[in-house]
């Protein structure tokens, strides 16, 4: 790996209560420390345009879901190319439209494409082995393989929040879990609002509210993690224009499990209300126990974070392009305590 470029602190500080033994709250400090950063290397006139989905297997290879050149770039340790899956069309077998995230398994990998409204199957070397296209789906966003056979995928808008389905694209079953209705906002969700919890169940988010669950592949709701944390506003949800009014509003991405915390990403966005065009988006993380207890709400974000593997957080730092890189950096962090 490359040697640690940034060294950089975000403490949090934490109230341990023990009231099994009547003492007082005693704080505990958290800190995501900054590990290492990566340079992207890929072939010459490449570039990475826009990131959506990360993951890393087991010999340390990264793959980044690239939906404005769809394309997923497959790098090593190091950040040089080992592959890039997706040819020069969008559509046709190999192809990849407007890719927004890739799962592992064995030497199989899976991408989800928003555009084809498909899942493609490849091989870790980039064949193109087969696809299948989604059944009665509305914007899908996620994709993670299950056991004996099973894909879900989440959709960010639709009617049934995810979908479970066989490997040949049969389409199993849909959501039991009622949320508030589904309006489209004016905002896309780099990072997704799904992932695999180390234990093999699955993480969601259902973005236009607070409301994060953990479940497994039969669909029952393990533990729920919900708060009201400071600077979060829910959007409007009655309509697309109302919602496109708002100049502030909050939407919660995508939950991790970092040994036994729990984050959930979400993002504050500010229009300026004299100049509609001009966007800031505020990055925030908040802390759970896995029972869903909290333990610090509102922690100012260095990065979106997109995977965890190992224990390490994964992320994309677009800064070095503003300095004449060609390409962003991955960062990786680690959720220190003191």
Not at 98 to 108: E, F, H, I, R
Not at 169 to 190: A, C, N
Not at 306 to 319: K, P, Q, T
Request: charged share 20%.
């Amino acid at each position: 790996m490359h040697e640690i470029k940034v060294c950089s602190t975000f403490c949090i500080i934490v109230l341990i209560a023990c009231s099994s033994l009547g003492c007082e709250a005693k704080p505990m400090t958290f800190r995501f420390e900054k590990v290492r950063e990566i340079s992207i290397t890929l072939h010459e006139h490449e570039t990475v345009c826009n990131v959506y989905d990360f993951a890393v297997d087991n010999e340390r290879n990264m793959y980044l879901v690239d939906r404005t050149c769809h394309a997923v770039w497959v790098l090593n340790e190091h950040g040089t190319t080992v592959a890039r899956i997706g040819g020069k069309g969008r559509s046709g077998p190999g192809e990849l439209g407007a890719p927004t995230s890739v799962a592992l398994a064995g030497d199989t990998v899976a991408i989800l494409e928003a555009a084809n409204q498909r899942v493609s199957f490849f091989s870790r070397s980039g064949t193109y082995l087969y696809s299948f296209r989604l059944k009665e789906t509305g914007q899908p966003s996620g994709i993670e393989f299950g056991p004996h056979g099973i894909l879900i995928v989440s959709e960010s808008i639709g009617l049934r929040n995810f979908d479970f389905y066989s490997l040949d694209g049969q389409l199993l079953r849909g959501s039991d879990i009622k949320t508030t209705s589904p309006i489209l906002l004016p905002v896309r969700l780099p990072g997704g609002h799904m992932s695999l919890a180390p234990d093999g169940n699955i993480l969601f988010s259902f973005i236009r509210e607070y409301s994060v669950v953990k479940m497994n592949w039969e669909g029952e709701v393990l533990a729920r993690y919900r708060a009201e944390p400071p600077r979060y506003q829910p959007p409007i949800l009655s309509s697309f224009e109302e919602s496109s009014k708002q100049s502030h509003f909050s939407i919660v991405g995508l939950p991790l499990q970092i040994d036994d915390v729990v984050l959930v990403q979400w993002f504050r966005r500010n229009v300026n209300p004299d100049t509609k065009d001009k966007v800031e988006m505020e990055r925030y993380a908040d802390l759970f126990t896995i029972e869903g207890e909290h333990l610090q709400l509102a922690i100012p974000l260095p990065h979106i974070f997109l995977a965890v593997n190992r224990g390490y957080i994964f992320g994309i730092d677009a800064d070095p392009i503003g300095s004449g890189a060609p390409n962003p950096s991955i960062v990786v962090y680690r959720l220190a305590r003191n």
